[in-house]
């Protein structure tokens, strides 16, 4: 594993425990939550991208694809959901 992988992967274990501490906050409302857990996604989908380029194989890419496609369609329908319940 090259340095700049560690680097990489270090920042996104930052980014993994800045978001968990930011979803699981007790006064956070449904929206802050929703973000939260479309930035894990994110940061799941980014590590999934580095584990590729370390290991060298493909398939961890199109996992990383349709995660990505998935937390899309995760944020679409809670954002409709919110805008349906807060007029």
Request: glycine letters at 10%; proline letters at 2%.
């Amino acid at each position: 594993m090259t340095f700049s992988s560690q680097v990489a992967l270090g920042l996104l274990i930052a980014a993994t425990v800045l978001t968990v501490v930011r979803a699981v906050r007790p006064s956070s409302s449904i929206g802050d939550r929703a973000v939260a857990f479309d930035m894990m996604t994110a940061v799941i989908q980014c590590g999934l991208f580095v584990g590729a380029v370390v290991i060298g194989d493909g398939i961890l890419i199109d996992v990383a694809l349709v995660l990505g496609l998935l937390g899309f369609l995760t944020s679409v329908t809670v954002a409709r959901f919110l805008e349906r319940t807060n007029p």
